[in-house]
T-cell receptor, first 119, second 113 residues
Framework: EAGVAQSPRYKIIEKRQSVAFWCNPISGHATLYWYQQILGQGPKLLIQFQNNGVVDDSQLPKDRFSAERLKGVDSTLKIQPAKLEDSAVYLC?????????????????FGAGTRLSVL | DAKTTQPPSMDCAEGRAANLPCNHSTISGNEYVYWYRQIHSQGPQYIIHGLKNNETNEMASLIITEDRKSSTLILPHATLRDTAVYYCIVRVRGTDSWGKLQFGAGTQVVVTP
């Protein structure tokens, strides 16, 4: 079974530029997550999709970050304009189900991430 | 939300059992304990989870104390490939029950030959 695919693996940009990351979840997984991982810290959830809809974006800096999940499959995360503090690894994860009564069985599978360096 | 406390680092000899502790003294009755690990330059990988009973799978065993205030992840025969950061996470059940994962800093485990 194919895992979560992310691209690109690495990206270097200058501050104030824009950047986009792409994620293809495991086939059939309804829930998709984007995490930000700053060096030396654990991943932090930015946004969670259930099919096409957003169920949690409380930690997404909405003035510069945006995400979409078209047709409930692939997703893109965009940063515009980028700041120095956005340098991090951006991880995408997917799970078969989201929350509710099945949340205990919600195993999240992660991609390898995109390492972003903002200069 | 229940928080977890883990030692920042620990070493383990190859072939020996690795016992990773985690404290979660404020855990609620309906919150699960999850363990993930993250090998360098990879995304986190699910290991195991449990509510109150001990659990075992092909990767590890999870021992949860009777009062549920702490747990131990056991890697029975550590190999060099088990070198990673291990995260103990209490599954947060929000008002919408989406149960997001909140990662701490984890424990850096180094397995030595």
């Amino acid at each position: 079974e194919a895992g979560v695919a992310q691209s690109p693996r690495y990206k270097i940009i200058e501050k104030r530029q824009s950047v986009a990351f792409w994620c293809n979840p495991i086939s059939g997984h309804a829930t998709l997550y984007w995490y930000q991982q700053i060096l030396g810290q654990g991943p932090k959830l930015l946004i969670q999709f259930q099919n096409n809809g957003v169920v949690d974006d409380s930690q997404l800096p909405k003035d510069r970050f945006s995400a979409e999940r078209l047709k409930g499959v692939d997703s893109t995360l965009k940063i515009q304009p980028a700041k120095l503090e956005d340098s991090a690894v951006y991880l995408c994860a997917s799970s078969l189900v989201g929350g509710g009564q099945f949340f205990a069985k919600n195993i999240q599978y992660f991609g390898a991430g995109t390492r972003l360096s903002v200069l | 939300d229940a928080k977890t406390t883990q030692p920042p680092s620990m070493d383990c000899a190859e072939g020996r059992a690795a016992n990773l502790p985690c404290n979660h003294s404020t855990i609620s009755g309906n919150e699960y304990v999850y363990w993930y690990r993250q090998i360098h330059s990879q995304g986190p990988q699910y290991i195991i989870h449990g509510l109150k009973n001990n659990e075992t799978n092909e990767m590890a065993s999870l021992i949860i104390t009777e009062d549920r205030k702490s747990s131990t992840l056991i890697l029975p025969h550590a190999t060099l490939r088990d070198t990673a950061v291990y995260y103990c996470i209490v599954r947060v059940r929000g008002t919408d029950s989406w149960g997001k994962l909140q990662f701490g800093a984890g424990t850096q485990v180094v397995v030595t030959p």
